[in-house]
């Protein structure tokens, strides 16, 4: 399966050194991804927005008035479980918003630094959108697990 991610930047910030192929490789390349999608090519959509466009996007859509890292938007979640549909076309996954402001400010507590951070909140969205999430303990292990991989293994393709 490929994996095709399209990206927009609005306002201020942008991707920084994210390498889209790289992280495009790796997560369409994954077992997991592999496992739940049957389709030629899964495509997502990635926008970068200020602090303030996602605050406003988290209020809206979450009701939560505060500003987050990243915000996924799937299309195949029926009442929390992912149903795609099984075909072999091209597939559109949904949209994935990050606010490189925010994840600069984290950033600085970590020690991945901004790209590591950045990669880290991109592989967490679009794990949103093939239905991974961290609701309970047991499917927060299992997505920090495999988010954590893609992570390592994003960073081991970049540096070839």
Same mark, same amino acid.
């Given at each position: 399966?490929? *994996?095709?991610?399209? %990206?927009?930047?609005?306002?201020?910030?942008?991707?920084?050194?994210?390498?889209?192929p790289?992280?495009e490789?790796?997560?369409?390349?994954? =077992?997991?991804?592999?496992? /739940?999608? %049957?389709?030629?090519?899964?495509?997502?959509?990635?926008?970068?927005?200020?602090?303030?466009?996602?605050?406003? *996007?988290?209020?809206?859509?979450?009701n939560?008035?505060?500003s987050t890292?990243? *915000?996924?938007?799937? /299309?195949w979640?029926?009442? +929390? @479980?992912?149903? =795609?549909?099984?075909?072999? +076309?091209?597939?559109? /996954?949904?949209?994935? %918003?990050?606010?490189?402001?925010? %994840?600069?400010?984290?950033a600085?507590?970590s020690?991945?630094?901004f790209?590591?951070?950045?990669? /880290? @909140?991109?592989?967490?969205?679009?794990?949103?959108?093939v239905?991974?999430?961290?609701?309970?303990?047991?499917?927060?292990?299992?997505?920090?697990?495999?988010?954590?991989?893609?992570?390592?293994?994003?960073?081991?393709?970049?540096?070839?």
């Amino acid at each position: 399966m490929i *994996l095709r991610i399209d %990206v927009s930047s609005f306002g201020e910030g942008g991707a920084g050194d994210l390498d889209i192929p790289a992280l495009e490789s790796e997560i369409g390349s994954s =077992p997991e991804m592999k496992g /739940l999608l %049957v389709c030629d090519v899964a495509q997502v959509a990635l926008s970068f927005v200020s602090k303030d466009e996602i605050k406003g *996007l988290n209020a809206v859509y979450r009701n939560v008035s505060e500003s987050t890292d990243v *915000l996924s938007f799937p /299309l195949w979640e029926e009442d +929390g @479980v992912f149903s =795609p549909p099984q075909w072999g +076309g091209e597939l559109p /996954l949904g949209d994935v %918003v990050i606010s490189p402001e925010f %994840v600069r400010d984290n950033a600085h507590s970590s020690d991945t630094g901004f790209d590591g951070e950045m990669a /880290l @909140v991109a592989i967490h969205g679009i794990l949103h959108l093939v239905g991974f999430d961290h609701d309970t303990d047991e499917r927060m292990t299992a997505m920090w697990s495999v988010q954590e991989r893609m992570r390592e293994g994003y960073f081991r393709r970049r540096h070839r």
